[in-house]
């Protein structure tokens, strides 16, 4: 044991053979990082909310003209594939309730697909001591490209990643940059 973490320090001794080692581990050894959520159309019930059965999502390509409905039953968020939209093209959306004998007279504020930019930054910043702990993580950028303010939420299902700030408003034309941080505990050399 004592020798593995011997060869271990001496190893990473070298920072180059280290980095190496540590972008090998995260792209092969831990598959699953992945920060690509799927996004989600999300609301807040009308308050009081009694007789709510179900909301309808009204889906279109031109403000206010909507071509399909797709009922997702009493859910307040739904994925954007679950509603059949593909990526690349600006889609409309707007969310009516309903209840056992009518359907709302209003829709919801009317969104867009295309509001949001996620970018990647310059790559993985590793940083490092000698025998580690190992800490890495990615810079994300989201870009409001809309004229009214998002409010947006950042998760992951992984309790190794960080991610800081996990929400805010951002304002028309504003970007915020998210770090992903993978904790040290991950990317420890275990003897």
Same mark, same amino acid.
Request: charged fraction near 15%.
């Given at each position: 044991?004592? !020798?593995?973490?011997?060869?271990?320090? #001496?190893?990473?001794?070298? =920072?180059?053979?280290?980095?190496?080692?540590?972008?090998? %581990?995260?792209?092969?050894?831990?598959?699953?990082?992945?920060?690509?959520?799927?996004?989600?159309?999300?609301?807040?019930?009308?308050?009081? /909310?009694?007789?709510? %059965?179900? $909301?309808? +999502? $009204? &889906?279109?390509?031109?403000?206010?003209?909507? !071509?399909?409905?797709?009922? +997702?039953?009493?859910?307040?968020?739904?994925?954007?594939?679950? %509603?059949?939209?593909?990526?690349?093209?600006? $889609?409309?959306?707007?969310?009516?309730?309903?209840?056992?004998?009518?359907?709302?007279?209003?829709?919801?504020?009317? &969104?867009? !697909?295309?509001?949001?930019? +996620?970018?990647?930054?310059?790559?993985?910043? &590793?940083?490092?001591?000698?025998?580690?702990? @190992?800490?890495?993580?990615? #810079? @994300?950028?989201?870009?409001?490209?809309?004229?009214?303010? %998002?409010?947006?939420?950042?998760? !992951?299902?992984?309790?190794?990643?960080?991610?800081?700030?996990?929400?805010?408003?951002? $304002?028309?034309?504003?970007?915020? =940059?998210?770090?992903?941080? &993978?904790? =040290?505990?991950? /990317?420890?050399?275990?003897?």
């Amino acid at each position: 044991m004592l !020798t593995v973490q011997m060869r271990m320090k #001496k190893f990473i001794k070298a =920072s180059f053979y280290g980095v190496f080692l540590l972008q090998f %581990l995260l792209l092969f050894v831990f598959p699953t990082f992945s920060l690509a959520q799927e996004p989600k159309l999300t609301w807040d019930p009308p308050i009081p /909310a009694t007789d709510i %059965l179900g $909301y309808r +999502v $009204y &889906i279109g390509m031109s403000p206010g003209q909507y !071509t399909r409905v797709v009922d +997702v039953g009493n859910q307040t968020e739904v994925p954007l594939s679950a %509603l059949d939209i593909p990526g690349g093209v600006t $889609y409309y959306l707007a969310v009516k309730s309903y209840s056992a004998t009518q359907e709302s007279p209003g829709f919801s504020n009317e &969104i867009n !697909t295309d509001y949001l930019l +996620v970018s990647t930054g310059n790559g993985t910043v &590793i940083t490092e001591t000698q025998g580690g702990p @190992f800490q890495s993580s990615l #810079k @994300f950028y989201l870009k409001n490209l809309g004229s009214r303010t %998002l409010t947006w939420r950042a998760s !992951t299902p992984d309790s190794w990643l960080s991610l800081s700030p996990a929400e805010g408003s951002l $304002y028309a034309n504003e970007t915020v =940059s998210i770090t992903a941080s &993978i904790h =040290s505990s991950a /990317a420890s050399f275990l003897p």
